[in-house]
């Protein structure tokens, strides 16, 4: 409820204190800092601790549905432990989220301050289904992943399309998006590229600015979706492509020197007014920094970027890099404090204080700053900093004001006719012919294509022998690991095993084949290239999309934003971090266009 008030002169106002008075920082008519500073004055030090923790939260309430889990619930969070944010592992459908923001929002404003939530959540608007990384579900408007954004390479496209992500994100109360990657694409073995804009750092530069401003606008206020860039100085090149969520992939590597070059995108950002900024995980390893994880590294937060760059929002860390994360009668995933692996959990919290970060990514203890400040490690003032540039930018977004949502109007918006719409013509502007021509028939053979979809097109069959044409939808190599979550990486050789390859290649042969192959990294596609009647890239695209451009119906005008390699040789013999850096591509940056359009180093 936003229980209004009138001030004496007529000014409407929430109660938030509960005192009948407006105060300073419920005064909609005060600047934001004078707002801010009035509130940070009131608070107490276990107060500024809970807003400095970004949790995680499930909606609706775990604990009564699965009983004995310990999965907190919203009134754990909130009232139990005083937290304001927090990122959504989960969104049901637009309407219950709505509801759910609301009755959230009803708890945060029964406490002393009534100081707002602000939900986050993770990108929601694609194909990928990775617990840590990017999330499907809850009805929105699909377009292809971020690295399809890039390869329409359309920056007012990108834009208007972030615009309607955040439209719908605002629309069931998620005011924080934990994105845009500006990670650069130079290390083909890594697991998310997917999520970042590709290879080539000026199409980057470009597309980040885009999407940056779609969703925030020019600037940040109550119509904005607040963005947080990850993950500084750059997640790109992961030594020997592994990631930094696993112990294999704790290091950033330069063994071209190439440092400067990934904070390009970064500084397109900065430009773009992100709100706030996500460290990685990783050490950059050989840089000259502190070879300690970024999360903890001062040299890379205060130096680098409130230093040099004069960043002055909310640093977030990526989340549970201190404690870990436990899914109670699943599995435990081990913190990723990568360098400071021997330091106890106090001292990682005052090493990761001290480097600058405002909020700890992942945290639900608040106890855990606390102890940092009674132990005289950190002073209240340091607290103090911290708790000012979060509480500026729910202040920003309008929170104070109004934090509900329509369900109705969530439930109407969220994934309407019109949204959907643009989400297919956005992905139908990023699928880039890679070689051959259309394929064409009535009787068609299909893989990893819905029959029922496939069935509008065609009489669908089961054996290639007894088709006109065959389509199919392959997903780019990669090596299945163990884990619960590391199968869902993929990670390792981009070569198709040599029994897949011949299994494809002896399809081909048999019938005129369009291989549309899912490229959420640059698979080696060497042994198809020379069978497949037709060869498409795509970036998460429906099966309707991909049929229109297989069988001749729609035109393809993607191109690739980054180099597809000849051969895992000339993966491994690359360098990590420069652009451009394999032998002889098969396809290169900027394919179909003559010779690429990439800047190359």
């Known amino acids: 409820m936003l229980n209004l008030l009138r001030h004496h002169d007529g000014t409407p106002f929430r109660d938030l204190n509960h005192n009948g008075t407006m105060e300073p920082y419920e005064d909609p008519r005060l600047p934001v800092g004078e707002r801010v500073e009035d509130l940070v004055n009131r608070m107490t030090l276990a107060e500024k601790a809970a807003l400095m923790c970004h949790g995680r939260m499930m909606p609706g309430n775990a604990r009564q549905a699965l009983p004995g889990n310990g999965i907190p619930t919203g009134a754990d969070l909130i009232a139990g432990r005083g937290l304001t944010a927090f990122a959504m592992m989960a969104v049901p459908d637009a309407r219950a989220m709505a509801e759910w923001n609301n009755h959230v929002q009803d708890l945060a404003a029964a406490e002393r301050l009534g100081i707002p939530v602000t939900l986050a959540s993770d990108p929601r608007h694609g194909f990928t289904a990775n617990p840590a990384t990017a999330h499907t579900g809850g009805g929105f408007s699909a377009g292809p992943e971020p690295i399809g954004l890039a390869a329409t390479d359309d920056p007012a496209l990108v834009e208007g399309y972030a615009a309607l992500i955040g439209r719908e994100l605002r629309a069931v109360g998620i005011r924080l998006a934990i994105h845009p990657m500006a990670d650069l694409a130079t290390e083909p073995r890594w697991a998310r590229i997917s999520g970042t804009f590709g290879e080539d750092a000026d199409r980057a530069c470009r597309m980040i600015t885009a999407y940056i401003r779609g969703l925030q606008g020019e600037a940040i206020g109550p119509d904005s979706v607040a963005c947080m860039t990850k993950h500084f100085p750059g997640g790109g090149p992961q030594a020997h492509g592994e990631d930094s969520h696993f112990v294999a992939g704790r290091r950033l590597v330069y063994p071209g020197g190439a440092f400067d070059h990934h904070l390009l995108p970064f500084e397109a950002a900065f430009r773009a007014g992100t709100a ?22 001062r040299d890379v ?45 106090a001292e990682q919290v005052v090493l990761t204080l001290d480097a600058g970060a405002d909020q700890l990514g992942g945290e639900t203890d608040p106890g855990l700053i606390l102890a940092a400040v009674h132990s005289g490690a950190v002073s209240e003032a340091r607290i103090d900093e911290s708790a000012r540039r979060i509480l500026r930018d729910k202040f920003r977004l309008g929170l104070f004001e109004d934090p509900y949502v329509d369900p109705d109007a969530a439930a109407e918006l969220v994934g309407d006719a019109a949204g959907r719409d643009r989400g297919r013509r956005v992905q139908r502007r990023s699928l880039v012919h890679l070689s051959g021509h259309p394929v064409a028939g009535q009787r068609l053979y299909v893989e990893g294509i819905d029959p029922a979809v496939a069935a509008r097109y065609g009489t669908v069959v089961e054996r290639p022998e007894d088709a006109d044409a065959a389509v199919l939808r392959i997903a780019a190599p990669y090596e299945k690991r ?45 042994p198809l290239t020379g069978q497949a009647a037709f060869l498409i890239g795509e970036f998460g695209a429906a099966d309707e999309v991909v049929l229109d451009a297989a069988l001749g119906r729609a035109p393809l005008t993607g191109t690739l934003p980054f180099d597809l390699p000849s051969s895992m040789a000339a993966v491994e013999d690359a360098r990590e971090d420069i652009p451009f850096d394999t032998r002889a591509p098969l396809f290169r940056c900027g394919h179909p266009t003559a010779g690429g359009t990439a800047s190359r180093r």
Do not use: K
């Not at 990526?318 to 009668?329: H, K, L, M, Q, S």
């Not at 290649?505 to 084949?513: D, K």
């Open 276 to 297: 706030q900024i996500m460290p990685a995980y990783a050490i950059p390893s050989g840089a000259g920094l502190s070879e300690v994880g970024a999360n903890f590294n």
């Open 482 to 526: 163990e884990g619960f979550l590391e199968q869902f990486f993929h990670s390792g050789s981009l070569e198709f095993p040599a029994v897949e390859a011949e299994r494809l290649s002896s399809l081909a042969a048999a019938v005129p084949t369009c291989f549309a192959v899912h490229l959420d990294r640059p698979a080696v596609l060497t």
């Open 301 to 345: 937060i205060t130096g680098l970027l409130r230093g040099r760059y004069g960043f002055d929002g909310v640093v977030c860390t990526d989340f549970n890099a201190i404690t870990g994360t436990e899914v109670p009668g699943v599995t435990t995933f081990p913190p990723r404090h990568w360098g400071v692996e021997e330091l106890s959990v």
